[in-house]
C-alpha cells in the first residue's frame, strides 16, 4: 500500500517547491536589509523596520488581500508585469511562493540582523587594517562569520513558508496542482466528511517538517554563536 | 620614512590636542590609561577620525581636514597590532597571516612570508585555529600578520597588556628582533616604562589628551618632572655602558661611566654596549661607603636636586659619573642624612633590581621592503 496518494504527493511537493523558491528569493533581500537594520542610520529605517515585521503581527488574510489587489491581474501592477513580462502572480504557484516569502521574509530578516549584531566590529576593522576594501570585508569576514545565523534563518523561513496558510488561500486560493499546499490541502480534507486518514497523514508531514526546522534552526544558531565568539 | 601626526578632538569633556613625529624605529607613546593613546594610533591607522588635523606618512596624506581628505583605513597600508589580537576566528593561522598579501598593490616579496614565520617562531602554529592558541601565540600571529600586508608603518598597541609576566618576557625578544629588521616608523602605545626602556628609541610622553615631553628614553625617565606627570613609579634612569665580563655564577659586569654594575641574566656579549634602567625605587642613598653589604652595586655620586614628590616622599637626582641617577627616599632620610645639592655619597643597587633596556642605537638592516 502506498505511503500517499497521487494527490497528497501533490500537495507536498508543491510545498516544498513553494517553500524552496520563497527562501531562495527573499534571502538576498534579507541579507541587505538586515544589515542596513544593523549598520546603517539613514531617513527611513525605523519605517522599514516596522513595514519588515508587519507580515508577522497583521493577519494572514490582509496581506492576502493587499498582494491581491497590488498583483492581480487586474491590478495595476500586476496587470503591468503580466503585459510587460508575461509573470502572473494571481492564482499560480508563483503567487504562493510570492506569498509564502512574504510572511517568511521577517523571521528570515530577524534571524540574520542579530547575527550580524553578534559580529565583533573590531574584528572587521581588524580586516580594514589589512588592507581589504569594505565589500571584501563582507565577504571574507562578515559573511562567514554570519553564515550559520543566516542558514539558520533560511531554515526557519523555509518552515514558516510550508506552513503559510491565510495570505496564500487569500491570494491564490487552493487549485490542486497548482497553488495547493499541504496546509491549504489539509483545509480542504477537513471540509470533506470521511477524509480524516489523509488529512491526518499531511498533519503528520506538517508537523515533522516544522519541529525537524526549529531543531536544525537551533543547533545552527548555537553553532553560529560559537563561531563568532571564536570558540 | 616620517610620520608626521597633528590633530585636535573635542570629545564631551576631554580634549585631545596631539602633535608628534616618528622617524624609523621605534617611537613609544607613554601615559597614563586613558590620556589618549590608543585614540592617536587610531587616529593614524584611520579607526577614528579627528576634527581637524593633519596626518601624513612621508608624501602620502593620511588625514588633511583643511583639504578635505580622508584616505580610508584600507587604502593606508599601516599594520596594527591590537592588544587583543583580533585573529579571525573562522581562518587558521595560515589564513590569518595570508590575510592581507591580497590586497597589496605590486609585486609580492615571496620570501616575506618565510622570514615573518622565522622571526615569529610560527611555522608550527599554521595549521591551528586562533582559538587554539594561547595568548603569547595569538599576538605573534597579530604581529605576523601585520607584517604580512607589508606595511609602511607598524602600530602595536598595547601588544603585551593581556599577557602575563611570564609571556611578555617571551614576546619581548621577538619585539626587540622585529626592531632591528624594520626600517620603517613603529609606534608603540604602552604605559610600562620597561617595555618602552627596553624597545624605543624616541619616547612620545601623552598626558590627559596633550603630548606632555618627547625625547629618548634615557632623558624623559631620568627627568624630575615626569614622576610628577606619570607617577613616581615610572621614574628611573637608564644607563648605557659596555658588557666587561660574563660570569660564571650567571653574572654580567658592566662598565659605565660612573664605576661597574653587576647584573643578573642577560646574554650580551662582551664589548656589547647595553642600556640598564635603574628604577627610582630601587636605589638606596648612603653618605659612607658601605661595607658588608649585599648589594654588589655601589656607585658613587654627588646630589644634584632633591625635589619634595609629595607626602612623606623624596626625589634625588644624582650625579654618577657622566650620568644621571634618581633615587625615590623617604623625606625623613634626606633630612637625617642631611642631602642637598652638591653632598657627595654612594647610590646603592640590587643587581637582582637590574633590567636589561634598549639597545641605544638600533641598527635599521632594510630586509623588508617599504
Excluded at chain 1, 23 to 34: D, F, G, N, R
Excluded at chain 1, 171 to 176: A, D, E, K, T
Excluded at chain 1, 181 to 196: C, D, H, R, S
Excluded at chain 2, 137 to 147: D, F, K
Amino acid at each position: 500500500m502506498e505511503l500517499f496518494s497521487g494527490a497528497e504527493w501533490q500537495a507536498i511537493g508543491l510545498s516544498l517547491r513553494v517553500s524552496f523558491w520563497a527562501t531562495l528569493a527573499s534571502m538576498p533581500v534579507a541579507v541587505l536589509v538586515a544589515y542596513a537594520l544593523a549598520r546603517w542610520r539613514f531617513p527611513g529605517r525605523f519605517l522599514l523596520n516596522i513595514l519588515v515585521h508587519l507580515p508577522l503581527v497583521l493577519p494572514p488574510v490582509v496581506t492576502g488581500y493587499l498582494l491581491l489587489v497590488t498583483f492581480g491581474t487586474r491590478a495595476p501592477i500586476g496587470a503591468f508585469l503580466e503585459q510587460a513580462f508575461g509573470i502572473t502572480f494571481a492564482f499560480r504557484w508563483t503567487g504562493a511562493a510570492m506569498a509564502a516569502a512574504i510572511m517568511a521574509f521577517p523571521l528570515l530578516v530577524r534571524a540574520i540582523r542579530l547575527s550580524i549584531e553578534a559580529v565583533d566590529r573590531r574584528l572587521e576593522a581588524a580586516a580594514g587594517t589589512l588592507g581589504a576594501p569594505p565589500f571584501w570585508v563582507f565577504a571574507t569576514i562578515t559573511m562567514p562569520l554570519i553564515l550559520p545565523g543566516v542558514v539558520a534563518g533560511a531554515v526557519l523561513g523555509f518552515a514558516k513558508a510550508m506552513g503559510e496558510f491565510g495570505a496564500t488561500i487569500t491570494f491564490v486560493s487552493n487549485i490542486p496542482g497548482e497553488t495547493q499546499t499541504i496546509p491549504t490541502a489539509i483545509y480542504a480534507l477537513l471540509q470533506v466528511p470521511g477524509a480524516e486518514a489523509p488529512a491526518a497523514r499531511l498533519i503528520a508531514v506538517s508537523i515533522a517538517l516544522s519541529v525537524g526546522a526549529l531543531i536544525v534552526s537551533e543547533v545552527l544558531a548555537t553553532r553560529a554563536t560559537r563561531r563568532v565568539e571564536g570558540r | 620614512m616620517k610620520l608626521s601626526v597633528s590633530f585636535r578632538h573635542r570629545f564631551g569633556e576631554a580634549d585631545l590636542d596631539i602633535a608628534f613625529e616618528a622617524g624609523p624605529g621605534v617611537t613609544a607613546l607613554f601615559g597614563r590609561s586613558g590620556a589618549g593613546k590608543t585614540t592617536s594610533v587610531n587616529a593614524v591607522a584611520g579607526l577614528f577620525q579627528p576634527d581637524e588635523g593633519r596626518i601624513a606618512l612621508d608624501k602620502t596624506t593620511f588625514l588633511d581636514t583643511s583639504k578635505g581628505i580622508v584616505l580610508p583605513a584600507h587604502r593606508r597600508r599601516v599594520g596594527y597590532v591590537f592588544q587583543d589580537a583580533r585573529l579571525f576566528p573562522h581562518l587558521s593561522v595560515r589564513g590569518n597571516l595570508g590575510f592581507g598579501a591580497r590586497f597589496v598593490p605590486g609585486p609580492i616579496d615571496a620570501s616575506m612570508s618565510g622570514r615573518v614565520q622565522d622571526l615569529l617562531g610560527l611555522t608550527p602554529l599554521l595549521d591551528r585555529r586562533p582559538r587554539d592558541l594561547s595568548g603569547g601565540e595569538r599576538q605573534r600571529v597579530a604581529i605576523g600578520r601585520a607584517l604580512l600586508a607589508q606595511p609602511r608603518l607598524l602600530l602595536l598597541d598595547e601588544p603585551l597588556a593581556a599577557l602575563d609576566a611570564e609571556r611578555k618576557e617571551q614576546i619581548l625578544p621577538y619585539l626587540a628582533r622585529l626592531r632591528k629588521e624594520m626600517d620603517f616608523p613603529i609606534l608603540y602605545v604602552s604605559h610600562s616604562v620597561d617595555e618602552v626602556a627596553r624597545l624605543a628609541a624616541h619616547v612620545v610622553v601623552i598626558d590627559a589628551g596633550r603630548v606632555a615631553r618627547t625625547g629618548s628614553p634615557g632623558a624623559i625617565f631620568s627627568d624630575m618632572s615626569i614622576a610628577g606627570t606619570l607617577g613616581a613609579r615610572t621614574a628611573g634612569a637608564l644607563i648605557t655602558g659596555k658588557v666587561l665580563e660574563r660570569h660564571s655564577d650567571g653574572l654580567t659586569s658592566l662598565t659605565v661611566s660612573g664605576g661597574v654594575l653587576y647584573l643578573a641574566g642577560s646574554d650580551a656579549v662582551p664589548g656589547e654596549r647595553v642600556t640598564v634602567r635603574i628604577a627610582a625605587e630601587d636605589v638606596l642613598l648612603s653618605r659612607l661607603r658601605p661595607e658588608g653589604l649585599s648589594a654588589l652595586n655601589i656607585l658613587p655620586a654627588t646630589i644634584l636636586a632633591v625635589e619634595d614628590a609629595g607626602g612623606p616622599e623624596r626625589l634625588v637626582q644624582l650625579q654618577a659619573g657622566e650620568d644621571r641617577l634618581l633615587a625615590r627616599i623617604t623625606a625623613r632620610s634626606a633630612q637625617v642624612l642631611e642631602l642637598s645639592p652638591g653632598t657627595v655619597c654612594y647610590a646603592i643597587v640590587k643587581s637582582m633590581a637590574l633590567a636589561m633596556g634598549g639597545d641605544p642605537n638600533p641598527k635599521l638592516k632594510s630586509s623588508i621592503p617599504s
